[in-house]
């Protein structure tokens, strides 16, 4: 017996006004609970604590350009399709510590790469008519987890 009950059943004993009550008590929980968290979700911030990114400025600079060029899908004959700069500014979030990660590396990556050639995956097994790939899935990723410890 949950406590809305209990304390309709308390309060008003007659059974047609208790699903009225009841109705109306859970009515008013849940109009306490709506103002409550949409209180908190709509809270204004104080001046200065910004809840949002800084806009970039290429994005800004592309949607000046579209909106002082006399056809909005050209631009000195070029159409402003293809690539975009992202509305935000992101660049805040990344430390000059992992910049370095994102660059571009200048060495060449190889034609081939296989994980057998290093011993860490072993080769393919033939599963037979079972329909058991998701346990040789599941065994290969143990061994490929296990072999390299």
């Known amino acids: 017996m949950d406590i809305v009950t209990a304390l ?3 309060l008003i004993p007659s059974e ?3 699903l009225t009550l009841k109705r109306s008590l859970y009515a008013v929980l ?3 609970l709506v103002h409550t968290f949409s209180s908190v979700a709509f809270a204004t911030l104080p001046a200065g604590q910004g809840a949002f990114a800084p806009l970039n400025p290429e994005f800004l600079a592309l949607q000046n350009m579209r909106s002082s060029s006399v056809q909005s899908a050209f631009v000195d004959g070029n159409r402003l399709l293809g690539e975009r700069p992202s509305p935000l500014d ?3 979030v990344l430390s000059p510590k992992s910049a370095g990660i994102y660059a ?3 060495v060449a990556l ?3 790469y296989d994980l057998r050639d290093h011993g860490v995956l072993l080769p393919m097994r033939d599963q037979a008519p079972f329909g058991t790939c998701w346990a040789f899935g599941a ?3 143990l061994e490929s987890t296990l ?3």
């Open 30 to 32: 849940l109009a306490i």
């Open 8 to 10: 309709c059943s308390v």
């Open 147 to 149: 072999k390299k410890a």
């Open 110 to 112: 190889p034609s081939r």
């Open 139 to 141: 065994l290969a990723s």
């Open 90 to 92: 992101l660049s805040h």
């Open 104 to 106: 571009r590396s200048t």
């Open 16 to 18: 047609v006004t208790f």
